[in-house]
């Protein structure tokens, strides 16, 4: 191979998910965040989305590694399976040899198990990996063991991971009960121009280069518009460009080895390939002047009529919750610890509930979705949040507050009634 040839001590880029290798982007860094918080948290039930090739399965090989000796866990990979073959497919994870059990027996047993372990001061954690190919039934069954519990907790952690469709599966009506149960989602996204260079620089440095320039800096912009970012299209791309690179005798990756490999490949620009983008662009376009650093709305935060901070809010998501980690903290025991979420488009913003425990209110109604309107007020128990909707074309008219600047005014008027009613409503014991 070539990594005589390039001084490598390694293959830099393998498609298999290998740890050592993992480069942490802030988006799977989040990621890997939330998979850590199935074991902090005796209710944890993650759910991971994204793109083929995006590094879910690498997270999660990282993540296992990371684990400590008193997490017990089953991984499984196969999920083109009847209820029976999953609950079966589990137990042989654990250790059991279950195949000529009934299904009672097999739920019988691992409900045993799952109340030994817990007894014996052990986590047990379940990991789905190619998700969105489980049936209904299958996830009705992940459901039901998910409520396995003792006197005080929960015994089960799970982390389903998939690619997007898993989002639209659980998003349909007859999946309630288990996104009820569900205490975070995430969605992992491709990498950017930046990381993408990152990306290929990081798995060069573990693979021996010590800093060697092996890809030219002018290459980085092309592989990320044939890649879109995509972790396991880079590889193959890079990979491809240094195997040609060595039949030339070429020490270093140029335009000219890079658009070999690319004719060898016979990629077009991502783009125009991907029907998924595709569709999104038709589905959701983005005018052209709206850029990640674009002020697209805002948040005004109070606590009872009072101003706290205000928040710009630009292309992509915000989360709130009560722990550190959260985008905007509200420290408060009304607010879980990841409490809600606004994700924000250049159409608009969209409020998502994250199971909190004492809800989200919109107009003195619990809302799990809203797509949130220039002035909606938005109630987390006695704290209120005003939307202001800088893309509206209309001009809001202004208001003897506004200008004054006192939009802790307008928030007190507008949610008097529902932080009343949040007053008297007690929080349910350890909000999540």
């Not at 607010?335 to 909190?356: F, K, P, V, W, Y």
């Not at 209120?384 to 909707?389: A, F, G, Q, T």
């Amino acid at each position: 191979m070539y990594l005589e040839h390039f001084q490598l001590t390694e293959l830099p880029f393998r498609l298999s998910p290998d740890p050592a290798f993992l480069y942490l982007s802030k988006h799977h860094a989040r990621a890997k965040a939330y998979m850590e918080s199935t074991i902090w948290f005796t209710d944890g039930f993650v759910v991971i989305t994204g793109e083929i090739g995006s590094g879910k399965t690498t997270l999660i090989e990282t993540f296992l590694r990371e684990l400590e000796k008193d997490v017990v866990v089953a991984q499984v990979a196969q999920t083109q399976v009847s209820p029976i073959e999953f609950l079966q497919a589990v137990l042989v994870q654990f250790g059991f040899s279950p195949f000529k059990m009934r299904k009672a027996e097999l739920l019988a047993t691992l409900n045993q198990f799952l109340v030994e372990q817990y007894a014996a001061g052990r986590k047990v954690l379940l990991i789905v990996d190619e998700a969105q190919n489980l049936s209904g039934r299958v996830l009705e069954e992940i459901r039901l063991l998910s409520g396995v519990e003792t006197t005080k907790e929960k015994v089960l952690r799970i982390i389903l991971a998939g690619q997007p469709e898993l989002s639209d599966r659980l998003d349909a009506p007859e999946m309630i009960q288990l996104v009820q149960r569900v205490r975070l989602r995430f969605h992992l996204t491709a990498l950017s121009p930046e990381d993408t260079r990152a990306y290929v620089l990081h798995r060069l440095e573990v693979a021996g280069s010590h800093g060697r320039e092996i890809f030219a800096e002018d290459t980085f912009p092309v592989i990320f518009r044939y890649t879109g970012g995509v972790p396991r299209l880079v590889n193959t791309l890079c990979d491809t460009a240094l195997m040609g690179a060595y039949a030339l005798e070429e020490t270093r990756i140029g335009m000219t080895e890079l658009k070999a490999a690319i004719a060898e490949l016979r990629w077009v620009e991502f783009a125009s390939r991907t029907n998924r983008m595709r569709s999104a662009l038709i589905a959701a376009p983005v005018p052209r002047h709206v850029g990640p650093e674009d002020v697209l709305a805002r948040i005004i935060v109070a606590h009872s009529g009072e101003r706290i901070e205000e928040r710009p809010l630009r292309l992509g998501r915000l989360i709130i919750g009560r722990t550190f980690d959260n985008d905007l903290q509200v420290d408060s025991k009304f607010i879980s610890r990841h409490h809600c979420q606004i994700i924000t488009t250049a159409e608009g913003s969209m409020l998502e509930d994250l199971n909190s425990t004492n809800g989200v209110y919109v107009k003195s109604k619990r809302v799990r979705k809203h797509h949130l309107n220039d002035g909606d007020v938005i109630v987390l128990g006695k704290h209120e949040i005003m939307y202001l909707d800088e893309r509206s074309v209309r001009t809001r008219e202004q208001s003897p507050a506004e200008a004054t600047g006192d939009h802790e005014i307008i928030v007190e008027d507008a949610a008097r009634d529902e932080a009343e009613d949040n007053n008297d409503r007690a929080p349910a014991a350890g909000a999540n």
